[in-house]
């Protein structure tokens, strides 16, 4: 592994933190005041520095500093995490973004913002709250110590066998805080959990750290040691009381344990003066002292290799020792004992509860490219077996051989390995989700709108490529809901709404698909405006007669817009052709529903995945033809009562007392010349997103399939009225129907012949 | 000829197709491969030389027919009928030829400019003319034949 590529992995762990940060400083924005959602958000901060760190990012470092320091603030309670200060630390959370975008790409960033954040930082960490006055010298004085004290990742070794040069990061900003004139004793309970040691730290290391702040007095607590027979060699049992005098104080000590934090209980509190010996004898902890033998900490420099056995030697007389004196203790006083299995059974059983957190939440990275790879053999499996199928049905006269038997065996586990691969790049739609409350903020500081973004089902999951494409529409989208949707606050107030402006974006799942909803509760389309538009740029006549609905669609038009002047954000409409597009590229609809005075929503309906698709597999004009699955609503076979004559050409189908036209496929696609009569083929009866019902004539129908999208575009071009190809059973390729597009073409719209020459180039 | 003679540096290897009673060429580094024809499934409002898709391997893969996109009739495929798969730009496309003729070899010297006779349409593909063993070859560019456009749906 090559330096790259650890630099990749933090960058990758970056955007989890950050991610993790943002949802943390909402959920606090939401009035969550759970001590765990500020260790979430101040860990995440946390990791993304000493990882800069490691790597010398020195901006990022220093910025995830200055913010670390506030959120520790709020962490000890001496901020209180009102709605103005969590302002400061969202902002502050876009900066930390955008500094890792700049590290990781090479790209700039706004230096006046992360000054101006740092600003208000530091401020909100010094002093403008009351309860910062109360403890005047460790806020300033917490930064000295942390720089001073190499971060324990640059000490690794193992660090340096990659040929790792470790930077080290100065503070010249806080060199100047005057030292704190007396000398605190810091006591410190010490308590390292399984993880600690797991995770290659080791308690003598951090106890040596410690011993070189000043004068320090160690004793180890035992109580929680097993009887050797009843001791796991993993678990950690040991715990210790330290006090050291130190001029560092008790943030010095801190930091000594920053990389440990984590993964132990740790209790560190400065004492008066006359208060060390009373502590010191604290009886209130069943304690058996022990002699610290501290000549193994005095090796002065790096942790030489032969020390090691010393270290793990002492350590295991001492747990022998100790495995003694705890059964002696039982024997003699029950209270101690009890004690002891009480803490061990607590340590047991939090130790359980980190190994169910664990597993639950157990992943690993992959490469996307290698899971495109799997994808696209399973595709072919899939094809292959339906090949098989086919041609053993075709030569198989008496169909109940043990070939079938295993044949349909093979077919569901086929099926079951697609679900399988195809379920490992499903992801939750959180992310993009995140992502488009950062655009929220930004665009109502721009604009001086106050917003309130709502998202719901979340955790809906859907395939990565389309997360992937999707953040681009959405984030088009949110800005023109933010941007034009929504009023001014005056506005709102005099309107009776509330001035606060609510955008909410839904994403569910619904028959197969993922249906994501924007709404906002804005002024919603000015048709008159978008009508007047629409005359202007000679889209329609002026004397058309349009439904509202399709007034409301106009904007999708390419180069529709509604703004008088186009602002630096967007104008409803400029680009919305753009996000129709993009949305149709995803074999998605988009369709909008708009009430005057009470706002917008936008309604995508999204395939689960860009791979495959269940299609009813049907013949037009002598051609394979698969329609989406999703499209259809019913299947019938028209009687010649049902049928009815329409004006010149038109024909319309009666279902169930209402009239639905009647839509010949192979004449749309140009298969044949004239109509064919409908009493020879089959209807479909499809749906498509906000163009009502059709009834689709095709001339038979195959059957049901699951189908493997192959691109037409790859090698072809976009070809009006399909969506897609596959490839059949007997090797042939057949062309999926885009429903949509030919629902619309019904509607007078032709189907564009703008095939040139130049298509197939 | 030993293969050390050959001009390295100077000559391009072509294949030769016949189209009816011609021949033509195109650069061996744009082929990729050649196979035997298998109906291909039409595609609607496709021009009329763009033959239909074939499933190559799990691509699909648009076929044209050269004779009508140089021209000439229709060709009616038979089971004796080659598809060139060839690489333009990005894309890569099916050439249905009546069959291949010749690996050729030749320098720049070898190839006539394409006589003035030519009208517009010839002029548009064709890069030249061969004259080998009484032979007459007809050079094509691929990627004017075809040119890059880009994809709508961006």
Partial sequence: ??????????????????????????????????????????????????????????????????????????????????????????????????????????????????????????????????????????????????????????????????????????????????????????????????????????????????????????????????????????????????????????????????????????????????????????????????????????????????????????????????????????????????????????????????????????????????????????????????????????????????????????????????????????????????????TVREIADITGKSVRLITEGENTEVDKTVIDKLAEPLTHMIRNAVDHGLEMPEKREALGKNPEGTVRLTAKHRSGRIVIELADDGAGINREKVRQKAIDNDLIAADANLSDEEIDNLIFHAGFSTADKVSDLSGRGVGMDVVKRSIQALGGRISISSKPGQGSVFTMSLPLTLAVLDGMVVTVAGQTLVVPLTAIVETLQP???????????????????????????????????????????????????????????????????????????????????????????????ALILDVDAVVAASRGHSLRQDISLAATG | MTYAGKNIMHGRELIAFRIADQEFCVNVMSVREIRGWTPATPMPHAPSYVLGMINLRGAVLPIVDMSQRLGMKPAEPTVRHVIIVAQVGPKVVGLLVDSVSDILTVTDENIQPTPDIANEAEKGYARGILAIEGRMICLIELDSLFPHTESEAA
């Fill in chain 1, 1 to 438: 592994m090559d330096m790259n590529e650890i630099k990749e992995i933090f960058f990758q762990e970056c955007e989890e933190q950050l991610a993790e940060l943002e949802s943390g400083l909402l959920k606090l924005n939401d009035g969550d005041r759970d001590p765990e959602t500020v260790n979430a958000v101040f860990r995440a901060v946390h990791s993304i520095k000493g990882g800069a760190g490691a790597f010398g990012l020195d901006d990022l470092v220093s910025f995830a500093h200055v913010f670390e320091t506030t959120l520790d603030c709020v962490r000890s309670n001496k901020l209180e995490p009102t709605q103005d200060v969590l302002k400061v630390m969202l902002k502050s959370a876009d900066v930390l973004a955008d500094l890792t975008n700049a590290a990781r790409d090479g790209g700039s960033v706004d230096e006046a913002r992360s000054r101006t954040l740092i600003r208000e930082l530091e401020a909100l960490a010094n002093g403008e709250t009351p309860a910062a006055a109360e403890a005047p010298a460790p806020k300033p004085a917490a930064a000295a110590p942390k720089a001073a004290a190499p971060a324990p990742v640059v000490e690794k070794p193992a660090v340096n066998d990659e040929g790792f040069q470790p930077i080290p990061f100065s503070f010249g900003d806080f060199d100047d805080e005057p030292a704190a004139h007396y000398v605190p004793t810091c006591q410190v309970l010490f308590k390292p959990k399984k993880d600690l040691y797991a995770k290659g730290n080791e308690a003598v290391l951090l106890l040596r750290d410690v011993s070189r702040l000043g004068d320090m007095s160690v004793y180890c607590d035992m109580d929680a040691l097993p009887t050797l027979d009843k001791m796991n060699p993993e678990e950690a049992y040991f715990s210790w009381k330290i006090s050291v005098t130190t001029e560092k104080g008790e943030d010095g000590v801190r930091s000594v344990f920053e990389f440990a934090e984590w993964d132990c209980d740790l209790d560190i509190r400065t004492i008066e003066e006359d208060v060390v010996s009373e502590a010191a004898d604290d009886e209130e902890l069943p304690m058996q002292p022990v002699p610290f033998d501290l000549s193994i900490l005095d090796d002065g420099g790096s942790v030489a290799a032969e020390d090691e056995p010393a270290i793990i030697e002492s350590d295991a007389a001492a747990a022998i020792a100790a495995a003694e004196t705890a059964s002696k203790v039982a024997q003699v006083t029950s209270r101690a004992a009890d004690n002891a299995k009480a803490a061990a059974a607590a340590s047991a059983a939090s130790a359980a509860q980190a190994n169910q957190a664990a597993a639950a939440g157990q992943t690993i990275r992959v490469d996307l490219d290698r899971v495109d790879r799997l994808i696209n053999l399973v595709g072919e499996l899939v094809i292959n077996q339906a090949m098989l199928s086919q041609s053993v049905v075709e030569n198989d006269s008496n169909g109940t051989s043990s070939i079938n038997m295993g044949l349909e065996e093979l077919q569901q586990l086929t099926r079951e390995i697609q679900d399988s691969v195809m379920a490992i790049r499903a992801q939750p739609v959180k992310p993009v989700f995140q992502r488009m409350a950062r």
């Fill in chain 1, 639 to 733: 009687e010649a009562s049902a049928i009815h004559s329409f004006g010149a050409s038109q024909r319309l189908i009666s279902i169930r007392n209402s009239f639905c036209p009647l839509v010949d496929v192979g004449r749309i696609l140009n298969f044949r010349n004239i109509q064919a009569n409908p009493m020879d083929g089959v209807a479909l009866l499809v749906e498509s997103e906000g163009g009502g019902q059709r009834a689709l004539m095709v001339d038979a129908i195959q059957g049901q399939r699951q189908v493997v999208i192959k691109s037409l575009e790859a090698n072809y071009t976009h070809v009006p009225g399909i969506a897609a190809a596959t490839i059949l059973g007997d090797g042939r390729v």
